[in-house]
């Protein structure tokens, strides 16, 4: 018998092995490669049954496990043999072939971004939030559209003070912070904050002072203003790919230089230094951290400033490229939620008489992805 992975029969059609690996030739033609050192690292029995923690440390294993024989058990599970150890460990296939960890299996396993444009907003999820509420799959295709979009919006939410927490518990853990639990967007005297001011704002991320930024922004507009107020978003990752086509040594300086940023009143002082385009270790784009109403001045060296401001100013410039910005006019219940490292989101200017009222919060992103994760598991 073979093992079911992905809904296909996987068997293996050939093993070889030596002291120091495995080779596996599977019938669907992929070949996946196991170090003995992973190998005995990774032994199933050296983890516990009920949790899936660990019950050894790498310093409790042998520097070089060597394999000593290996056989099959009824096509299910492959037994290693370690020479030097009276010990055998049961590896499954199907856990075998889910952990190959060639380059296209593990390309395959990263989530990848839906990166979009404003002639594409189209293609952004707006959901009944009663469909939400009433349907597991439901709320697993709004999660998921956080996750790879970015960004996703809901409609019919009751526009009660604070219902913004409700939405907030489907997303994951909300992040409290100076501005509280939740925080009011509307207009006020003497605002500590211009995003409490009936002033229009360029597109920006929040908070790019705090260590670490929050992951995750919920905005619920409770009440409209019929005038003004327009949502902008843009995806800052579709820019920043645009900003390395156009001009690679930008591109290459502010994903370099750390730029400081500041947010301070009576209560808060809170400062932290970012690069404006942060990659991962794989050298894709991973986050980006732009706010120019937070910036403080710029400590570089006179010629590393030379280069910095050319770049500094050709992403801001593609920031405002219509090509990207998306403009949407919330009303009174409707709510969204974007990733708060990739998109950003700024609005025009409206009436403080109109009373234009969203309420928001601020989350943790592992927070959605491990509820996204349980529900499709569940699913």
């Known amino acids: 018998m073979g093992n079911t992975t992905l809904g296909a029969v996987i068997e293996v059609d050939k093993l070889s092995f030596d ?7 599977w019938n669907d033609g992929h070949r996946s490669i196991y170090d003995a050192v992973w190998l005995r690292d990774n032994c199933p029995s050296d983890r516990d049954s009920r949790t899936g923690q660990r019950l050894v440390d790498i310093a409790d294993l042998p520097e070089e496990p060597a394999i000593g ?3 099959q058990n009824s096509g299910a599970a492959v037994l290693i043999t370690w020479r030097g150890e009276p010990k055998s460990s049961w590896y499954p296939l199907e856990w075998l072939r889910k952990h190959c960890y060639c380059v296209e299996h593990r390309q395959s396993r990263k989530r990848a971004p839906f990166v979009w444009r404003a002639d594409q907003s189209g293609h952004l999820l707006w ?5 939400v509420l009433a349907s597991k799959p439901a709320e697993a295709r709004w999660l998921r559209a956080i996750a790879d979009q970015g960004i996703a919006f809901l409609r019919g939410v009751p526009t009660q003070d604070g219902h913004v927490l409700e939405v907030a518990r489907l997303v994951g853990y909300v992040r409290e912070t100076n501005y509280g639990r939740i925080f009011d967007v509307r207009s006020v005297a003497n605002p500590n904050n211009l995003a409490y001011s009936d002033r229009g704002l360029g597109v920006h991320t929040d908070n790019p002072y705090r260590e670490p930024v ?5 905005l619920h507009c409770l009440q409209a203003d019929e005038e003004g107020g327009e949502s902008l978003f843009v995806d800052g990752f579709a820019v ?4 390395q086509v156009q001009d690679p040594q930008a591109f290459d300086t502010l994903t370099r230089v750390r730029v400081p940023f500041a947010f301070r009143d009576d209560c808060a002082d809170l400062r932290a230094e970012r690069r404006l385009l942060e ?6 784009i991973a986050a980006i951290h732009y706010n120019s109403r937070s910036i403080l001045p710029v400590c570089l060296p006179s010629e590393e400033l030379v280069a910095f401001y050319p770049a500094y100013r050709a992403f801001a410039r593609l920031l405002r490229d219509p090509r990207f910005e998306f403009r949407v006019k919330l009303g009174s219940g409707d709510l969204v939620a974007f990733n708060n490292r990739r998109i950003l989101h700024g609005r025009t200017a409206f009436s403080s008489a109109a009373g234009r009222w969203l309420q928001g919060c601020y989350l943790d992103w592992d927070g959605l ?4 994760a349980v529900l499709e598991r569940k699913l």
């Not at 959901?127 to 469909?131: L, R």
């Not at 920043?240 to 900003?243: D, N, P, R, S």
Request: proline content about 6%; overall charge positive; hydrophobic content about 40%.
């Open 279 to 284: 990659l991962s270790s794989d050298g894709k």
């Open 240 to 243: 920043a790919v645009e900003l």
């Open 127 to 131: 959901m009944k939030y009663a469909e």
């Open 214 to 218: 929050p992951g995750l922004q919920i």
């Open 69 to 71: 024989a290996v056989s």
């Open 19 to 25: 002291p120091k690996r495995i080779t596996i030739h």
């Open 369 to 372: 992805m491990s509820n996204l």
